[in-house]
């Protein structure tokens, strides 16, 4: 049986990064490794031409957070990739994501790792806040909108919101809900501006004691990963909805609240102030 020929290959530790120069005249062949003990940050040759050698810097490895399809053998480590990049597919459903074993020039080999959404149980729920510390079912004031912030992957549909009805649902109240975008997806300082899906007036009527999903006229397509704002609003507070106590809404997530007549969400998020009322327990929904 033939043996697989290997290369005796170094282990550079200096306080310099390599260069074009640090090649095969110094006895470093492709596979070599060298560590800059000054800003620990380390190297891989993938090439050791005289005088043209390639060092690729492995400290931080390479990914692909948000491609549109999967990896193939031909994202190698002509690419930038190595053993142990992440390439996650957020155009599929569910979202796939893979870690490479093997990223040999045209011959890389993907391992799907896992789905980060599945959808065979909860169908893609994102919760705001701790659960445990929605204690209380509490009426969010008539005439305000409430907008709660919430990460969203690229690739989601956000089909509606869904609220759990404490009390008060059988006098047959009107919710709306809706889903607000940033200026900057990204910004953690930023605030709800521009509606981007929103439900009909929803009745409330015989939901007492149970979760309501209610969906978007339009479904929601997550573009760019970053940080969406759900919103409710209510024609009574009567209608109790699982919530905070009031005394604990600073323990929260970015809370916006905004004054406006019945149920309308505005097409722009405007006038916004902190919240003087309870945090409703929402989720957006896939």
Request: proline share 5%.
């Amino acid at each position: 049986m033939a043996r697989t020929p290997w290369a005796d290959v170094s282990n550079v530790e200096t306080t310099v990064d390599p260069t074009v120069n640090d090649d095969s005249t110094q006895s470093l062949d492709v596979g070599s490794r060298w560590t800059n003990t000054t800003t620990n940050i380390v190297w891989f040759c993938t090439d050791n031409s005289t005088g043209a050698a390639i060092w690729k810097d492995v400290s931080n490895l390479k990914t692909n957070l948000e491609a549109t399809t999967d990896p193939g053998s031909s994202n190698d480590i002509t690419q930038g990739y190595f053993n142990g990049s992440v390439w996650i597919n957020t155009s599929s459903s569910p979202i796939r994501v893979f870690t490479a074993v093997s990223t040999a020039t045209g011959a890389a080999i993907w391992l799907q790792t896992t789905n980060t959404i599945d959808n065979s149980d909860a169908p893609g729920l994102y919760f705001l806040g701790a659960l445990l510390d929605y204690s209380v079912g509490a009426g969010l004031p008539s005439g305000e909108i409430q907008y709660a912030r919430a990460f969203l992957l690229a690739g989601l549909t956000i089909r509606g919101v869904e609220v759990f009805v404490d009390s008060g649902g059988a006098n047959n109240r009107d919710l709306r809900v809706g889903l607000y975008s940033q200026a900057v997806p990204t910004d953690q300082t930023g605030v709800p501006l521009t509606r981007v899906g929103q439900s009909n007036v929803t009745p409330t009527g015989g939901t007492d004691g149970t979760y309501l999903n209610i969906m978007f006229t339009t479904p929601y397509v997550i573009s760019s990963s970053g940080f969406f704002w759900i919103a409710l609003v209510t024609d009574s507070s009567a209608v109790k909805l699982i919530s905070t106590p009031t005394a604990y809404r600073e323990n929260y997530p970015p809370i916006f609240r905004q004054t406006v007549t019945g149920t309308t969400l505005p097409a722009t998020a405007s006038g916004l102030s902190n919240p003087a009322s309870a945090i409703a327990f929402a989720a957006a929904t896939e």
